[in-house]
């Protein structure tokens, strides 16, 4: 297995969202560390869902394995929205999800949130705690949106491009619907293509040993 090279065509890092620990109400813990508590009780019993084989949510669940010494079973769904469903119906018993899909249906009452896996609260959900205050510190995972153009693209539309990209960022009503969703833009100063690409280095050297040691590969 080789490690993806990074991309040289990005244009200006968008935005970012960390996951929250989720799990159906019927799984008896009410907090983080009860919940690792049960899985380390219940080895193997347990059925994780993700997205697809090599998702977020499939990464996400092997780093947590790995961080809680606990074992459980993953149920592999064709996209978010299934794995989403079948939480709610109480099918499977956790996953971890972006806000913007999760939180209405924890708002609901429907599914329980453990913790936002970043260093910092959600401003959408300030009543659901960091993991580093939940007791998993340092498990942090977020996924990253950002602007690409086709390879080859001449620089100066390259350059015309990301400036469009960040006058449109820093609108007042853009970075409040950001916010609503659950979305964390990066400084402007980060919105380049030199800061995009070193984001996406950092992400392939923290991320490719594991997702190799675990054997996933993309189907």
């Avoid at 499977?92 to 209405?104: F, K, R, W």
């Avoid at 300030?126 to 939940?134: F, H, N, R, S, W």
């Amino acid at each position: 297995m080789v490690p993806p090279a990074p991309v040289t065509f990005s244009i200006v890092s968008g935005a970012n969202s960390p996951v929250m620990i989720l799990a159906k109400n019927a799984v008896p813990a009410n907090d983080l560390t009860g919940l690792i508590a049960w899985l380390k009780a219940n080895p193997d019993k347990a059925l994780f869902g993700t997205a697809s084989v090599g998702s977020p949510p499939h990464i996400a669940g092997v780093l947590f394995q790995q961080m809680t010494d606990t074992r459980f079973q993953f149920v592999h769904y064709r996209g978010g929205a299934p794995m989403l469903q079948d939480l709610v119906a109480g099918q499977i018993d956790l996953d971890t999800d972006a806000p913007v899909s999760a939180l209405p249906h924890v708002r609901a009452g429907s599914i329980k949130a453990f913790a936002v896996t970043a260093r910092s609260r959600l401003p959408s959900a300030p009543d659901i705690p960091t993991v580093d205050e939940a007791g998993l510190p340092g498990f942090y995972f977020t996924t990253w949106f950002a602007f690409f153009a086709p390879k080859g693209t001449p620089k100066p539309i390259i350059d015309k491009l990301n400036a469009a990209a960040m006058e449109a960022l820093a609108a007042p009503d853009v970075r409040a619907r950001f916010a609503d969703l659950g979305l964390a833009l990066y400084p402007r100063k980060e919105q380049t293509p030199e800061a995009l690409a070193a984001v996406q280095k950092a992400d392939i050297e923290k991320w490719w040993p594991i997702i190799k040691a675990a054997g996933i590969k993309a189907e």
